[in-house]
T-cell receptor, first 114, second 112 residues
């Protein structure tokens, strides 16, 4: 167990809807990253938050957005859901500056878009 | 960050040592080798990382060649619970943000 928790565990949405996924980082960790993992593929980096600001972004459209709160927990929001957004969404946290340290992953949220 | 090459799949008998190779021939001096594993439908689990010297922890050993162009993850006494996809990742100390670039990994199957 890493101490990183995510909610909900599973979620089913329909195309065009909006979704919010939540992540509580491990105690003492101030940086949170989000990843998308489609079936049969490795996780793909979405973005990272440090001190409540986005600090690095992967190749994802603006309808993927996030927040980090003063307690370092984080949200991933996805608007206008598409079928291809169906995936396991992973949150990872770490301590230290954004450029260093080991990331520890949560169990993920399985999103299904119908 | 340098790219890595891993075999698509491997198998190992329970109780034996599992040796997972990784090639990272374009690794640069300030890049670390990290290993994670992912058991089906769970989040990736950190295993170990190293720069130059061999490393050992309670989960595994990491052997890095002298030229640092390849490495081997060793699970000393594999159990059925070690069945997972193993990812070898190269990441610079000062990489942009702290994103991890995952490849396809090695699917390790442990047979009874």
């Amino acid at each position: 167990e890493t101490g990183v928790t995510q909610s909900p565990t599973h979620l089913i949405k329909t195309r065009g809807q909006q979704v919010t996924l939540r992540c509580s980082s491990q105690s003492g960790h101030n940086t949170v990253s989000w990843y998308q993992q489609a079936l049969g593929q490795g996780p793909q980096f979405i973005f990272q938050y440090y001190r409540e600001e986005e600090n690095g972004r992967g190749n994802f459209p603006p309808r993927f957005s996030g927040l980090q709160f003063p307690n370092y927990s984080s949200e991933l929001n996805v608007n206008a859901l598409e079928l291809d957004d169906s995936a396991l969404y992973l949150c990872a946290s770490k301590s230290g500056t954004p450029l260093e340290g080991t990331q520890y992953f949560g169990p993920g949220t399985r999103l299904t878009v119908l | 960050d340098a790219k890595t090459t891993q075999p698509t799949s491997m198998d190992c008998a329970e109780g034996r040592a599992a040796n997972l190779p990784c090639n990272h021939s374009t690794i640069s001096g300030n890049e670390y080798v990290y290993w994670y594993r992912q058991i089906h439908s769970q989040g990736p689990q950190y295993i170990i990382h190293g720069l130059k010297n061999n490393e050992t922890n309670e989960m595994a050993s990491l052997i890095i060649t002298e030229d640092r162009k390849s490495s081997t993850l060793i699970l000393p006494h594999a159990t059925l619970r070690d069945t997972a996809v193993y990812y070898c990742i190269v990441r610079g100390l000062y990489s942009s943000a702290s994103k991890i670039i995952f490849g396809s990994g090695t699917r390790l199957s442990i047979r009874p």
